[in-house]
């Protein structure tokens, strides 16, 4: 659907005439690639000249065929692919100044002064200090004669905007680094795998995951699959830690369980600053429990591979948002490093970021290991304690006791994910002293009474289920009101935890509407949003969406390679999402698509011959494939059928079409690292509000809520997870097609138009603003989303 240029976006932000290089340096790590397609695609639209730096520093360094300039088809077919293809390479040169006197050189020939690093602290703090530099290596090499003063004073100032790509996720002042979501999906996978195994044999696994330094792969992988206990850098357990890690694991296998799983970051240590390894920590088990115990080192696999759609997606944004930073700075602009802070994007200056990184390294060495979780960031410390929470039972005599009872009940069609926030909502039940009660199918199950018990070892294992193993049914309560209070009643519950899409959303706006009538709804009500959709308002994520992302991207991934070597070929691909375009837009960005078509952005034929002369326009380039994504109510006379067969007309003798339907493959499969820690910190933070709310609302022996913050839907609202009254989300709702009235990812489909070489607006209010690195962020503000 071209648009019109934006004017005002390219008067703001002309790119014409300068000079942008991007280079990759240090480890790679799975993403790098889709930032270098960004800095390329998004430099070539606004006019400027953009060049590839291959091998990194050295390639700097040693100028010649290493300094290329980039053209929009040279970054075609790279986005799924993992590691870096311009290369990257340690270079011991660029840390003499000798060194950093060639690079100059080489980019002073090429016209080039502005430098789009992505790497670890190292490689920036390298760029940094080249920037400081700049000025001096100009007048070093006018007076060497190998420049003259014309160009000395055209290029006087460089300027340089960073992308952390690092899998550890050691970086501060950014939530989450590219590469670090792809690498905790192959750990996952093999995690899963070895579950098996190791319940058939009833084995215990030590596997060790990287991280020297940085705990998060170790700390995130055990949250996530439930491991039975995690070693990593920050936190060293305690003295005795030995011996309290062997009676957790034999008090697991007194519960029936089968296996174990120990998760061992490749840099943990004890208190005394010993290393802990993996072989370690076998020849204990053996020798303390006898247990039959295997030794898994991941190494490398975890750096490799096809990247997630998160890191997909992450590295987009981040990419189009440094050229833009490139284009904003001045000569008394900072280096930047742009950076994810919840679900926005920041400019960061650099040095406070690589300063902060070096403090937690200083806290950890002088073994302040509290100060070291907490300049970590928000998100580490979150994961952390809730990893505490739910891997480490408290005797029952140190329990308390609350006397409240809390049903907890899957809602709507079932999302991967479910099974990890009912997980985490049991057991945080169980350890604030609440008897927890599980509904199967729904409101359906709950008006028949199919209510149970549930026990904290019930759960064990249920992190990496996909589905729902509660049942989920789309029943809405309100024609079964009287049945459900009297189940309320028998059962005497206290407070519900919903975790469902818009069906959960309907059903607790009913249930807030049948207060008036039983006072058994006038009890503490939460809703988790769980819907591949994404569709419920006031969240900016639900549980089972970034699942489902996972899903297209890869089929779409399959599709295209399946055109290699065949003649030019477009795909029409039809998502799921009711009238939602999530993941159609997003898949879309994810993917790679030429197009997505949506309910909230209208088209008509025009749009799609437009689209057709322009996928025709790109065959004529040599570019092979062509994408194009369709949510399935996105127009009603447009079909996918229709859609193909004009494609296929239109395209006669340029290309020829191919149609798929994704249908129930985007609900289904294990949950993704995403879904897993998103789902179980959202439900135990739902959890925690229940026992606040609880004790609040609990009055002459009994419990009385019918006040409208009684009743709430927690949700991420840019960088926070907040509980919102579902009542006020009212007027946010657009009922009849299910959706929120505004959706924070239709900002994202002007950045898959532009990837896609179409010229269309783009908002530049929302783009990231200078912020500054705080040690410790307000206690309100949760921007843990992964």
């Not at 020798?287 to 096809?306: E, M, P």
């Not at 304690?385 to 005797?395: D, M, N, Q, S, V």
Request: proline letters at 3%; one cysteine or more; glycine letters at 10%.
């Amino acid at each position: 659907m071209a648009l019109p240029d934006n004017k005002k976006f390219f008067e703001n932000l002309s790119g014409g005439g300068k000079a942008i290089a991007v280079l990759t340096s240090g480890g790679d790590a799975q993403g790098m690639n889709a930032a270098v397609r960004a800095v390329v695609r998004m430099g070539i639209y606004v006019g400027a000249k953009v060049y590839f730096i291959h091998e990194g520093y050295q390639g700097m360094v040693d100028g010649g065929e290493n300094i290329k300039e980039a053209s929009w088809e040279s970054v075609s077919s790279m986005l799924q692919v993992g590691g870096t293809v311009i290369g990257s390479a340690r270079c011991k040169e660029f840390r003499a100044r000798d060194g950093r006197l060639k690079a100059a050189h080489n980019l002073v020939q090429h016209g080039i002064t502005n430098l789009c690093v992505i790497g670890g602290d190292g490689s920036l703090t390298g760029a940094n200090l080249f920037r400081e530099e700049w000025s001096g290596l100009l007048a070093e090499l006018v007076e060497q004669g190998l420049i003259d003063e014309e160009a000395a004073q055209r290029y006087s100032a460089l300027h340089i905007v960073g992308m952390v790509g690092s899998i550890d996720n050691d970086f501060c002042g950014t939530d989450m680094t590219i590469g670090t979501d792809s690498a905790l999906h192959r750990i996952i996978e093999v995690v899963d795998a070895i579950m098996t195994t190791a319940q058939s044999h009833q084995r215990t696994f030590v596997l060790e995951v990287m991280g020297r330094h940085c705990g998060y792969l170790a700390l995130v992988s055990a949250l996530a699959c439930g491991a039975d206990w995690v070693l990593i850098p920050e936190m060293p357990p305690e003295d005795g830690w030995e011996d309290k890690m062997c009676q957790k694991l034999s008090a697991t296998r007194s519960r029936g369980s089968r296996l174990n799983i120990i998760i061992v970051a490749e840099g943990a240590l004890d208190r005394h600053g010993k290393p802990i390894t993996s072989s370690i920590v076998k020849d204990l088990v053996v020798r303390c429990l006898g247990f039959d115990t295997r030794v898994t080192i991941l190494g490398h696999v975890q750096r490799g591979g096809t990247p997630s759609a998160f890191d997909r997606i992450l590295a987009s944004r981040m990419g189009v948002e440094a050229v833009m930073a490139l284009l904003e700075t001045t000569a008394n602009t900072p280096a930047y490093v742009v950076s994810l802070c919840g679900n926005q994007s920041v400019r960061l200056p650099l040095m406070e970021c690589v300063q902060m990184t070096q403090e937690v390294q200083k806290a950890m060495d002088e073994k302040r290991f509290e100060e070291a979780v907490k300049l970590r960031g928000r998100s580490f410390e979150n994961n952390l304690k809730t990893y505490k929470l739910l891997a480490h039972r408290k005797p029952e005599s140190d329990l308390p006791v609350s006397n409240f009872n809390v049903a907890v009940l899957n809602v709507g069609a079932p999302a991967a994910g479910m099974n990890a926030a009912v997980r985490s909502a049991v057991r945080v039940g169980i350890s604030e002293g609440h008897k927890m009660f599980a509904v199967n199918d729904g409101f359906e199950g709950f008006y028949k009474g199919q209510i149970r018990e549930i026990k904290w070892a019930d759960v064990g294992g249920w992190t990496g289920q996909g589905g729902s193993l509660l049942g989920t049914k789309r029943t809405l309560p309100a024609k079964h009101v009287e049945k459900i209070a009297e189940q309320m009643r028998i059962h005497n519950i206290n407070a519900l935890l919903v975790i469902g899409g818009f069906e959960a959303y309907l059903g607790l706006l009913e249930l807030l509407a049948a207060r008036g009538i039983y006072d058994e709804f006038c009890v503490p009500m939460v809703m988790v949003p769980a819907t591949v959709s994404n569709n419920v308002p006031g969240s900016e994520f639900s549980i089972g969406a970034d699942t489902a992302l996972n899903a297209i991207t890869d089929t779409c991934d399959r599709i295209k390679q399946s055109a290699s070597g065949t003649k030019r070929r477009v795909f029409i691909i039809e998502t799921m999402g009711g009238y939602c375009g999530y993941l159609a837009s997003v898949g879309g960005l994810a993917a790679g698509a030429d197009a997505a078509y949506i309910y909230e952005e209208p088209f008509d034929i025009r749009d799609l011959q437009a689209n057709v002369e322009h996928l025709t326009d790109k065959m004529k380039t040599g570019i092979q494939r062509g994408l194009v994504l369709r949510n399935e109510n996105s127009n009603d006379n447009y079909t996918t059928d229709f859609i193909y067969q004009l494609y296929s007309e239109e395209g006669k003798g340029v290309f020829d079409c191919r149609k798929n339907v994704l249908g129930h493959m985007q609900q289904g499969g294990a949950p993704s690292p995403f879904d897993r820690n998103f789902g179980t910190k959202i439900a135990a933070k739902a959890m925690q509000w229940i026992t606040k709310k609880l004790t609040e609302t609990y009055r002459q022996g009994r419990v009385f809520a019918n006040t409208e913050d009684s009743c709430c839907l927690l949700g991420m609202r840019r960088r926070a997870l907040v509980f919102q009254p579902v009542v006020q989300l009212k007027d946010e709702t657009d009922f009849v097609h299910r959706i929120p009235k505004e959706q924070w990812w239709l900002k994202l489909r002007p950045l898959m138009k532009i990837l896609a070489k179409y010229k269309t607006t783009f908002d530049v209010s929302d783009s990231g603003q200078l912020e500054h690195v705080v040690r410790i962020r307000p206690k309100d503000l949760d921007a843990s989303t992964v």
